[in-house]
């Protein structure tokens, strides 16, 4: 089992940063590709940002592409993403992902991932 516990959310005006963390127990932490996703009012969630588990890999949503970045630390077993330039549209529950995964691969689609958070609150005011 990996259980994974988000932190860092908060409430931030527009054009502000905040970074979201991810810490992972359980299993081996390295070999997993993680994700984040997030869930808006009344829509599906969706993808946001992934990373193979070397972090030599990356991804992300056209939408958060140059103002979001992802990164982890296999030693530490913590997902990150750092997001900047914050606008309202980003207001979510973030929830961070797990999943086994080949050298250098990370996935997009919400059902490729076996593990989930619990999720943590970004509210963006404009």
């Known amino acids: 089992q990996v259980q994974l516990v988000e932190s860092g959310g908060g409430l931030v005006q527009a054009g502000g940063s905040l970074r979201l963390s991810c810490v992972s127990s359980?299993?081996?932490?390295?070999?997993?590709?993680m994700g984040w996703f997030r869930q808006a009012p009344g829509k599906e969630r969706e993808f946001v940002a992934a990373?193979?588990?070397?972090?030599?890999?990356?991804g992300y949503a056209d939408s958060v592409s140059g103002r979001f970045t992802i990164s982890r630390d296999n030693v530490e077993n913590t997902l990150y993403l750092q997001m900047s330039s914050l606008e309202p549209e980003d207001t979510a529950h973030y929830y961070c992902a797990a999943r086994g995964a080949p050298y250098g691969t990370w996935y997009r689609t919400r059902s490729e991932y076996d593990y989930w958070g619990q999720g943590t609150q970004v509210t963006v005011s404009s």
């Open positions: 990373i193979a588990w070397n972090g030599g890999a990356t």
């Open positions: 359980g299993r081996i932490f390295g070999f997993y590709g």
